[in-house]
């Protein structure tokens, strides 16, 4: 049998495959998070928060996910700054139970009444729960990191007074997936 024939074969095999059991080119498709912020960008000055120095409007952007993993029961969504000299990272948000059908956050200050209905908004590394917007120090840029993930689970299960470490094994125990993209802030002078 020639190469050519071969991997014709092998093709058709797997088209026919793909096909019989109901395969589609969506189950493909990558799980993925964007928002208003692209992906490398500096955070603008308003989104900062309003301590620390920092004298802001502490604004959230608005996120949006699509291509969830099949069995997807509901999504987290943490901020998470990889740059906060602290020897483990800071935790500026981290919010659960958001339900499977809601894809998406507004742009704006995420209190009590914007979060999305069912969602419970978990402690930071700021010692409450709620948005902690990003306030570098003067002279240094940070990078947050923004995930959505996508769990097997309705609720995760976890006390309003856990550490963000303890909800972040939570939800690597509970994942079907997740999404994510870094962007920057600072130095402020």
């Not at 799980?31 to 692209?38: A, I, M, S, V, W």
């Not at 620390?52 to 987290?76: D, H, I, Q, Y």
């Not at 948005?131 to 309003?160: Q, S």
């Not at 007074?161 to 999404?179: C, D, I, M, Q, R």
Request: one cysteine or more; aromatic letters at 12%.
């Amino acid at each position: 049998m020639h190469f050519k024939t071969m991997v014709f074969n092998l093709l058709s095999a797997t088209v026919f495959a793909a096909t019989a059991f109901g395969v589609n080119a969506s189950a493909a498709e990558k799980f993925e998070l964007t928002g208003n912020l692209k992906p490398g960008q500096s955070i603008p000055a308003d989104y900062y928060a309003n301590v620390f120095g920092c004298s802001a409007k502490n604004m959230s952007p608005a996120l949006e996910w699509k291509n969830v993993p099949e069995g997807t029961r509901s999504f987290a969504v943490t901020v998470y700054d990889e740059s906060a000299p602290t020897g483990s990272g800071f935790w500026h948000y981290v919010l659960i139970d958001i339900p499977a059908n809601v894809h998406k956050i507004d742009l704006g200050d995420l209190s009590q009444a914007k979060i999305p209905q069912g969602s419970v908004e978990m402690m930071t590394d700021a010692g409450k729960p709620g948005y902690f917007g990003p306030c570098p120090p003067i002279g240094r840029k940070h990078t947050y990191l923004f995930t959505v993930y996508a769990l097997k689970v309705e609720k995760l299960g976890v006390p309003i007074s856990s550490t963000p470490g303890f909800v972040g094994f939570n939800l690597w125990a509970n994942s079907l997936g997740k999404a994510s993209f870094k962007v920057t802030a600072g130095p402020r002078k």
